[in-house]
């Protein structure tokens, strides 16, 4: 994973640059709006199914929320994978402009729309608790990623070190 810094209202920001700008909008205002909420996010994270997440959410509980990023109907009707998240999260959204149609995304799965600065709950997701030991597995990939990305911020060459 590559992350780059880009300053964005004088406040330098991480970005990983694998989205689209139009999806890293959705993305940042997103998180911006699951963090107000008490969650903590990690990008992109790679699942047990060999999916990414474009966002996984981790609860002051442990609950564990994927949200999904469309940002275009082509995008939405291009993505057969989405249905395999519901194995990996106690609840799933999409996250999509205020220009979508939200008609066409399906009736389990929550609603996030989202620009840059923020982002609001439209229709909130049907609950599926996962089994403690997938909870479990999920986490431990949540924290790995979480904290392998802040050691590699905080040292770029630690790829290149031994462990």
């Not at 590559?2 to 959705?26: K, L, N």
């Not at 996984?56 to 998240?85: C, H, M, N, Q, T």
């Not at 995304?105 to 600065?117: E, H, N, Q, Y």
């Not at 403690?132 to 630690?158: E, G, K, S, W």
Request: proline share 5%.
């Amino acid at each position: 994973m590559t992350f780059g810094t880009d300053m964005r209202d004088d406040v330098p920001v991480v970005t990983d640059r694998r989205q689209s700008p139009r999806a890293g909008e959705i993305q940042r205002g997103t998180c911006r709006l699951l963090r107000a909420l008490g969650f903590a996010t990690v990008s992109e994270l790679g699942l047990s199914s060999g999916h990414r997440a474009d966002i996984a959410a981790l609860g002051r509980k442990g609950e564990l929320w994927i949200v999904e990023i469309k940002s275009s109907v082509e995008d939405f009707r291009a993505d057969a994978k989405w249905p395999a998240y519901h194995d990996h999260c106690d609840r799933l959204f999409f996250a999509v402009r205020n220009d979508m149609p939200l008609e066409i995304l399906p009736g389990a799965t929550g609603i996030i729309v989202a620009d840059r600065f923020g982002a609001a709950i439209v229709r909130d997701a049907a609950q599926l608790p996962l089994p403690a030991a997938r909870r479990r597995a999920v986490q431990l990939r949540f924290a790995r990623a979480a904290a392998l990305r802040l050691h590699t911020m905080m040292d770029p060459d630690a790829d290149a070190a031994t462990i």
